[in-house]
Nanobody, 121 residues
Framework: QVQLVESGGGLVQPGGSLRLSCAAS????????MGWYRQAPGKEREFVAR???????LYIDSVKGRFTISRDNAANTVYLQMNSLKPEDTAVYYC???????????????WGQGTQVTVSS
């Protein structure tokens, strides 16, 4: 019904930058929250950043000042600009979106397949 496709991951040296993108497609009437999570090897998935439909934004403390989340509502796409990357940012990054597929129905949460970000020299 709804698909989220991430792109932009890769290998980068410490201090470098990457920009992740996540495009939602399918049966979409409205999208409320869009966000990014990450999961490092051997650890649980953790929240990274989210942005509401009114552009209210929240970040985990460890990425404040380095990561910037934004969205293009016309394209149903959320971005994560990651600067000053550190080895501890290495993880699989997942996007999520709260999507309403029909008018007057509930929003459902969807996940992308994940994209690998590796920060290493």
């Amino acid at each position: 019904q709804v698909q989220l496709v991430e792109s932009g991951g890769g290998l980068v040296q410490p201090g470098g930058s990457l920009r992740l993108s996540c495009a939602a497609s399918g049966r979409i009437v409205n999208i409320n929250l869009m966000g990014w999570y990450r999961q490092a090897p051997g650890k649980e998935r953790e929240f990274v950043a989210r942005i509401g439909s009114g552009n209210n934004i929240l970040y985990i403390d460890s990425v404040k000042g380095r990561f910037t989340i934004s969205r293009d509502n016309a394209a149903n796409t959320v971005y994560l600009q990651m600067n000053s990357l550190k080895p501890e940012d290495t993880a699989v990054y997942y996007c999520s979106a709260e999507v309403q597929s029909r008018m007057w129905t509930a929003f459902n949460n969807y996940w992308g397949q994940g994209t690998q970000v590796t920060v290493s020299s």
